[in-house]
């Protein structure tokens, strides 16, 4: 029998990020030196392997100086650099009692798996990491504020453009006007939806890494025109998490892409499932949708699927005359030309 647990498992990062020491941490990386930030973010990204590093070690990865990285351990409430790497050994002890740590537990499976599967296999867990640590209240508190918005402005730059088009494609039904400020004009464009923006408005920004310097410049904005901020990004360590009003968190570790979209996608999807149901008129407006674009489906035409059935029967059609000239004219063409030319 498994053991009842009194609260559901979170992902690791978030949940190291929510930790004492991760507190800290976060307060380093809002309003540190830009050596400090860069070790908070290094120590809130690689927890498990900081507990193997030397000072040294650390030092170079994070390109400071043995110092600086002894400085900063004091200047969060340690006495070294070793007490501060204890501290991230206890706290991750704490932490993976509920859950297992995705990079560690994948890379210690006896034999080397394919790339192929190793990407899968990382895709499954950072789903099933961010599915259990995932907060409904935070995701039902994004619908409210969506339903409420007057306009909804989606935005993703790079890679999380293409997710920022499916958030959007999701919405439109349901939300009385959306839209995605990057498209294909880039920031300029993206600056010139933005303008228009007010207290009333929501923006979904949507930045993993690697983070685009323009998604948080036009997040700041935002926020300075009161406008509501709902950031899906992938840890608490994001530039983007700490801007936004409402989190939704996608863990995208991945063993040799920047970051991976699949929970992000999967986290759109959840969201656009949640304001569905959200109410009764929005099921009833899933259900005209159903209806108005069912001409446009196959098989949904009763003519479509006997003519189908007909053509079953009775072999395929003969391909139309001007067909065959087309093809005749084509093949005559290339004896003529001959290949490669």
């Given at each position: 029998?498994?053991?009842?647990?009194?609260?559901?498992?979170?992902?690791?990062?978030?949940?190291?990020?929510?930790?004492?020491?991760?507190?800290?941490?976060?307060?380093?990386?809002?309003?540190?030196?830009?050596?400090?930030?860069?070790?908070?973010?290094?120590?809130?990204?690689?927890?498990?392997?900081?507990?193997?590093?030397?000072?040294?070690e650390l030092a170079e990865s994070c390109q400071v100086s043995s110092a600086t990285i002894s400085r900063f351990a004091r200047d969060i409430g340690y006495k070294n650099y070793a007490a501060m790497r204890a501290a991230v050994a206890g706290t991750l002890q704490a932490v993976l009692q509920p859950v297992d740590k995705l990079r560690n537990s994948i890379e210690r499976r006896n034999g080397a798996p394919s790339p192929v599967s190793e990407s899968l296999e990382y895709a499954a867990a950072n789903i099933a990491a961010t599915g259990a640590a995932l907060s409904l209240a935070e995701l039902d508190a994004v619908v409210r504020k969506l339903k409420a918005a007057k306009t909804v402005y989606v935005m993703g730059f790079g890679l999380s453009s293409h997710l920022a088009g499916m958030l959007a494609q999701h919405l439109h039904s349901f939300c009385p006007h959306v839209v995605e400020v990057v498209g294909i004009g880039g920031s300029e464009v993206a600056a010139g939806h933005l303008v228009h923006i007010t207290g009333r408005d929501v923006l979904v920004a949507i930045s993993l890494p690697r983070y685009t310097l323009d998604c948080i410049r036009l997040a700041n904005f935002v926020r300075d025109r009161g406008a509501c901020?709902?950031?899906?990004?992938?840890?608490?360590?994001?530039?983007?998490?700490?801007?936004?009003?409402?989190?939704?968190?996608?863990?995208?570790?991945h063993p040799v892409l920047p970051s991976s979209a699949s929970t992000a996608l999967a986290i759109i999807e959840a969201l656009a499932v949640a304001l569905m149901v959200?109410?009764?008129?929005?099921?009833?407006?899933?259900?005209?949708?159903?209806?108005?674009?069912a001409a446009y489906l196959y098989g949904s035409d009763p003519a479509q699927?006997?003519?189908?059935?007909?053509?079953?029967?009775?072999?395929?059609?003969?391909?139309?005359?001007?067909?065959?000239?087309?093809?005749?004219?084509?093949?005559?063409?290339?004896r003529k030309v001959g290949p490669g030319q």
């Open positions: 029998m498994t053991p009842a647990r009194s609260a559901p498992p979170s992902s690791p990062d978030v949940a190291f990020a929510q930790s004492v020491l991760g507190q800290a941490l976060l307060r380093a990386l809002g309003g540190g030196s830009v050596s400090h930030k860069r070790i908070a973010d290094y120590l809130l990204r690689n927890q498990m392997r900081v507990t193997a590093l030397g000072i040294g901020l709902v950031a899906l990004t992938d840890s608490p360590a994001s530039p983007l998490a700490e801007l936004a009003d409402h989190t939704l968190y996608a863990q995208s570790t959200s109410n009764a008129d929005n099921v009833d407006k899933a259900s005209r949708l159903t209806e108005a674009i699927l006997a003519a189908h059935g007909a053509q079953r029967k009775t072999g395929p059609r003969k391909p139309a005359p001007q067909a065959v000239a087309v093809v005749k004219k084509s093949r005559r063409a290339d």
